[in-house]
């Protein structure tokens, strides 16, 4: 960017600022749910069908939350043919805490001493998976400030998703995102501004307070009800903003191109697109295409929460406007699991994967929720070829080269996880066989919690 544009004060102060570049990791490693089913003994289809998800990716300990923040960061910077002394930014988003005082990003810049550059703004962004959203937002507020100085800004996104033994396990994963932001010509997806809504309140729906552990506390019920709670009150704001923006009497889901979600499992994905159909039947409930729901007519949103008769019409009403607007950037999560803060921003990866200059000049609306609670809806609008970010993310090839594990190793190495963390002066046990050339992995902690890291 800098050898096309200049330094700042060579720029007009009416460039568009927006997403250049996209790269993802995921660990090689993964367990099938149907497999997982079978050893933990429910029900058949209890993970595949009621979770909807089909594969889940995890790590043992030879990596964490830095060693695949630095992968995907190293990774993104050769992919795209940059230097660390082109970054002027560099923000992370995580909820996977290691030091309660040293920052993420602080550790990637040991990524940044070859070449020189000391000069990078931007720290960690915190509230479960919505920090990376956060970071994303702050990263574009600095390239439109008066602060930026003509590099590019980075946003990483990375989390490792893990639980207790018990139904929430099968709802865990692990990735990592990183977007290359700046301005000018090479821009590919640009926010639309006036296009943001955002909800925040206080809740104890998912929460971390024991810090000796890496396993959440969970509310299933009450994290799911927050989720939806969350999207009605942005997308009712996001609709009248659209109205005002566009000039039209009525914004609804047909006037969205695609749309990805925060998938913490597949079914909520498929509930939540559901659910904005609900959204607009409540606005319009006329229109013809309502005509056979007209029996929810007069109930009130908070019984609608409940309802499972609700929950299946609209599911059964929206299924072809989902397989079209919302399904194909659903495969990676199905396939990867919750990746908290990555996992917005891996769906936007997986849609551009698969769909390619299809999606040029196309809205797609992203929702991003974090429990506790803090949630935005916001439009980007695809402005130039994806095709090269759609080439060099090659995601299918990807997760089809992964190394499969039996549920046994899985809950083995989830067991070492558990009892390694927070230790001090250890090497790491596992093998780096597993892991592909490049990788950064977990060497060593001292006796004082420094870490030390290698590279295949």
Known sequence: MHSEQGNCNGLSQ?????????????????????????????????YTIGLGQENMSFCGDREDVISIA????????????????????????????????????????????????????????????????????????WLESPYWNGKYGVVVMADIAVYAPGPARPTGGCGAVALLLGKGSQVKLVPEVPLRATHMENTYDFFKPNLSSEYPTVDGAKTISCYLRALDTCYGRFTRRAEELLK???????????IVFHAPFH???????????????????????????????????????????????????????????????????????NSYTASLYGNLACLISEKGNELLN???????????????????????????????????????????????????????????????????????????PGTFYLEQVDSLGCRKYNRK
Request: glycine share 6%; net charge neutral.
């Open 70 to 141: 630095m992968t995907v960061l190293d990774s993104l910077v050769a992919k795209y043919g940059i230097s660390y002394s082109d970054i002027g930014r560099l923000e992370v988003g995580t909820e996977t805490i290691i030091d309660k005082s040293k920052s993420v990003k602080t550790a990637l810049m040991q990524l940044f001493e070859s070449c020189g550059n000391t000069e990078v703004e931007g720290l960690d962004t915190t509230n479960a998976c919505y920090g990376g959203t956060q970071a994303f937002f702050n990263t574009l507020n």
């Open 267 to 337: 079914k909520m994905v498929q509930k939540s697109f559901a659910r904005l159909l609900f959204n607009d039947f409540r606005r319009d409930p006329d229109n013809k295409l309502f005509e056979n729901v007209q029996a929810f007519r007069n109930i009130s949103m908070e019984a609608s929460y409940s309802d499972k008769d609700l929950e299946k019409a609209f599911m059964s009403l929206s299924k072809i406007l989902y397989e079209k607007k919302c399904a194909p950037g659903t495969f990676l999560a199905r396939n990867i699991g």
């Open 248 to 258: 039209q009497e009525k914004f609804s889901l047909q006037d969205i191109d695609y």
């Open 362 to 436: 196309k809205r797609i609306v992203l929702f991003s929720y974090g429990s506790g609670l803090a949630s935005s809806m916001f439009s980007l609008k695809v402005v130039g070829s994806v095709e090269d970010i759609a080439k060099k993310l090659y995601l299918r090839e990807r997760l089809s080269s992964r190394i499969w594990m039996n549920p046994e190793d899985f809950t083995k190495t989830l067991q070492l996880r558990e009892e390694r963390y927070g230790k001090l002066n250890y090497s790491p046990l596992h093998s780096i066989d597993s892991l592909l």
């Open 14 to 46: 009416n460039v568009t600022s927006g997403i250049l570049g996209i790269e993802i990791y995921f660990p090689q490693t993964v367990v099938s749910l149907q497999e997982l089913e079978k050893f933990d003994g429910v029900s058949q289809g209890k």
